[in-house]
């Protein structure tokens, strides 16, 4: 299991310290949530607080676009070189020419579903994608409670992904602990997100070991 934790609860006065930490502490790649308070009823983050991520950061980052103009924000945060960008499907007339320009930039592309989202409404882009990240809370804040419905859909994704393109990883983000940790992993996830556990934990480097399942 790799470990993405989710800067989205990091301390902002501080951004640059936690960032640092949890690479220190070990995590695979950091999560960066970009929110527009149009897809979603909450604000985050833009280019001049991203690049300073960007530059405090020793693994590669892994934007999480909830976000109206998905192209725009490609076209904002793509010269910091991040890992992976993904987007949401609801949110994507052409998702698969953007895929495919996300891929042209240099940059992973990964397609995020809502809970209420079928795993196979992306069966025709898994061939094209580096990963598909699954919602398991409504997207918008951290620390909410993990829906259990979508282990279902894990299980439906990992047998798509296995007869379509079994080098496509399964992301969760959204309610993970040490508690589900094991379970998701079962079900198929290769990365978990993680905010408020690992920001919340008294030792980041635990945290991030006790979801290194
Ligand atoms: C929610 C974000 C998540 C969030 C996860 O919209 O996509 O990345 O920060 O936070 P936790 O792990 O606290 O549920
Ligand atoms: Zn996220």
Request: net charge negative; with cysteine; proline share 6%.
């Amino acid at each position: 299991m790799l470990v993405a934790p989710s800067v989205l609860s990091a301390d902002f006065g501080n951004l640059a310290r936690d960032v640092k930490a949890i690479c220190d502490a070990g995590c695979d790649l950091v999560h960066v949530d970009v929110m527009d308070g149009h897809f979603v009823p909450n604000m985050t983050i833009g280019p001049v607080v991203v690049s300073a991520i960007a530059k405090a950061a020793t693994k590669p980052l892994d934007i999480h676009l909830m976000v109206e103009n998905n192209t725009f924000f490609v076209d904002l945060f793509a010269p910091l070189k991040p890992g992976y960008i993904s987007f949401h499907i609801e949110e994507e007339k052409n998702p698969h020419r953007l895929v495919q320009y996300i891929r042209s930039l240099g940059i992973k592309p990964a397609v995020v579903l809502n809970p209420h989202t079928p795993a196979e409404a992306i069966e025709y882009l898994l061939l094209d994608l580096d990963m598909v990240l699954v919602m398991s809370v409504n997207p918008g804040f951290g620390g909410q409670k993990f829906i259990p419905t979508v282990v279902e859909k894990i299980q439906r994704l990992d047998a798509l992904r296995k007869k379509i393109n079994p080098n496509c990883l399964i992301e969760i983000d959204g309610g993970v602990t040490s508690q589900n940790i094991e379970l998701l992993r079962d079900a198929g996830v290769d990365v978990c997100v993680a905010g408020s556990y690992v920001f919340k934990h008294e030792s980041y480097e635990t945290a991030i070991a006790n979801l290194h399942v």
